[in-house]
């Protein structure tokens, strides 16, 4: 691919992505509909997806950084629901899918059939997050959703890879095809385990944040890179190592944390929107090969498809989610009674992405034998058109089926309490080590400086209790909001100072730089507190 094009592509799906950000539409979906809308303009060029770029280079990235987000102590918690939809529903999905296109598209193989359902067997749910966070889902259910997410991608690539064994002549039998599923989900456990502590210990001994965030942004390609090379699971090598970086993250630098959240949220954005614009694009290249598969037989496989996939979805997650019940007293009595909500909104929140698409593509044109893989541009168009009606269809309600469901959405007030307890404990424990410190003559401090360092203390304290109390009847602001407001703004009138001075030449523009960097990250903690 040319510079032009993929510059195009990226500046493009930003632009799309911030204006999705301003309407009640995910990204995600916005970007797949302006997708699709401009495959047909004539001097758009054709993006073909590449699985030799979207499973090396793509997926590793949005799964460190998805797992480095996610909270292993809430997904150790969930463990037996994530494994549940991430393995057992995968693999229900590849059946049940594959068998349901065997019957309903003529001449097509068993064989073929379940490559179709291996590929189009995990859902993305970087979509479903997405809605999740902004609609105010249960945290256990975003949990869920995005333990699903990072695992089920291992399960249905190697479930593919067997499928695709037999496909193509290669004698696959199910004894062979649980070995092989056995030694990928073993192998890249265990590589990720070998490396996260080695990989840790290099980040915590790099004493320049530049080297560090390098480092950073090298891990997911190295770990994936490392796993597949001995034929293990590199999603899964990935996963496990970023899931400890992230549950560690607190030993490391302070300045590494706030240039890798910056970094990183950058890449996620960029990839992310590029991704699901890809998807949309993909049109064109899906329907030139339909051949004889055309019209309305074509349309119909695709409808039909889409309803067993939506409904396989269904008849897994209900059994899973009340049958351990039935058969453990331990789960009734350390578990909440689920109700039929909570289900109905994990199964309709099975959205397909692009790593089925990349998948597909990964397809062979021939068996081993030299004749034409069976059904492969029916394949592609099927997993096409399953993406895209999940993404839509399934995407675009789900908001208002959250919200008609009203389900319990997030205790702002109970955080906020728990956030004021812990921040009491913290400083309470601060400040006793500060008097072990100033008992020290080595540590004498003018009483002006002993005050400032108290009195920072007391303003963290107090800072989450504003929180909860009134607010201004003119600006509708808390004290602390106004607080914080001002602070900015005063940091607003030293920035313009300090610009002042530089042109008028009293400073130079290198100790512009240090003066601004300094208000920078006062102003970043501002705003920090103002999110939280």
């Known amino acids: ?29 916005l970007l797949v509909t302006v997708g699709l809308a401009v495959s047909y303009v004539p001097w758009v060029p054709e993006y073909t997806l590449d699985p030799e770029v979207v499973l090396p280079l793509l997926l590793p990235p949005l799964l460190y950084t998805a797992a480095t987000d996610s909270s292993y102590l809430d997904l150790r918690a969930s463990i037996r629901p994530v494994a549940l939809l991430s393995v057992g529903y995968v693999l229900f ?23 179709l359902g291996a590929v189009v067997a995990p859902p993305d749910a970087v979509a479903a997050t997405a809605v999740a966070r902004r609609v105010g889902l249960p945290s256990r259910l975003t949990t869920i959703l995005q333990g699903e997410s990072l695992v089920n991608d291992a399960t249905a690539i190697t ?14 039998s199910w004894a062979g095809g649980i070995g092989e599923f056995l030694i990928a989900a073993l192998g890249g456990i265990g590589i990720g385990l070998l490396l996260m502590v080695p990989i840790h210990w290099l980040r915590t001994h790099l004493k320049e944040a530049l080297l560090q965030n390098t480092l950073s942004l090298l891990i997911p390609f190295f770990a994936y890179a490392v796993a597949e090379q001995v034929h ?10 970023a899931l400890y970086l992230g549950h560690r993250s607190w030993q490391v630098d302070f300045a590494t944390r706030l240039q890798e959240e910056a970094v990183w949220k950058m890449v996620a954005f960029v ?31 695709a409808v039909a498809l889409f309803l067993v996939v939506v409904a396989a979805r269904f008849v897994w997650v209900y059994p899973a989610t009340f049958l351990p019940r039935l058969v453990s007293r331990r789960i009734r009595e350390r578990e909440e009674n689920p109700s039929w909500k909570a289900p109905f909104v994990v199964g309709w929140a099975g959205m397909r992405g692009v790593v089925s698409l990349a998948i597909a593509f990964s397809i062979p044109l021939t068996m081993h034998g030299g004749e034409d893989f069976p059904g492969r541009n029916l394949i592609l168009f099927l997993t096409f058109t399953t993406v895209i009606g999940t993404l839509v269809v399934q995407g675009l309600s789900l908001p208002p089926l959250i919200r008609m469901l009203k389900l319990p ?48 203390l007391e303003r963290r304290r107090n800072a989450v209790w ?26 607003g009138a030293e920035r313009e100072v300090f610009v002042k001075l530089r042109d ?11 003066l601004l960097r300094r208000l920078d990250l006062e102003e970043a903690a501002a705003y920090r507190e103002s999110v939280t």
């Not at 004889?292 to 037989?297: D, M, T």
């Not at 400040?431 to 401090?445: M, S």
Request: hydrophobic share 50%; with cysteine.
């Open 466 to 491: 504003e929180r909860l109390g009134s607010v201004n009847p003119v600006t509708g602001e808390t004290v602390d909001d106004t607080y914080r407001r001002l602070a900015r703004e005063m940091i």
């Open 159 to 172: 479930a593919f890879k067997v499928a695709l064994a037999a496909a193509v002549g290669e004698g696959a």
């Open 409 to 456: 959405g997030r205790d702002v007030q109970a955080e906020t309490l728990a956030e004021a307890n812990a921040q009491a404990q913290a400083s309470r424990a601060a400040e006793r080590h500060l008097d072990e410190l100033l008992a020290d003559e080595r540590n004498a401090l003018p009483p002006p400086l002993e005050e400032r360092l108290r009195s920072v």
């Open 271 to 301: 990839l992310e929107s590029a991704v699901f614009a890809l998807i949309g694009l993909q049109l064109p290249v899906v329907l030139r090969g339909l051949g004889e598969y055309e019209g309305v037989s074509a349309a119909w496989y």
């Open 504 to 514: 008028a030449r009293f400073i130079d523009d290198e100790m512009l730089r240090t």
């Open 1 to 29: 691919m040319h510079v032009m094009p993929l510059l195009l592509l990226i500046a493009g799906c930003a632009a799309i992505a911030g204006v999705a950000r301003r309407t009640p539409v995910p990204p995600p979906l």
């Open 93 to 115: 999905a590849t059946l049940v899918v594959g068998w349901a296109a065997y019957l309903i598209v003529p001449d097509l193989p068993l064989t073929a059939a379940l490559v």
């Open 232 to 241: 293990a699971s590199g999603v899964l090598a990935v996963v496990v190592v």
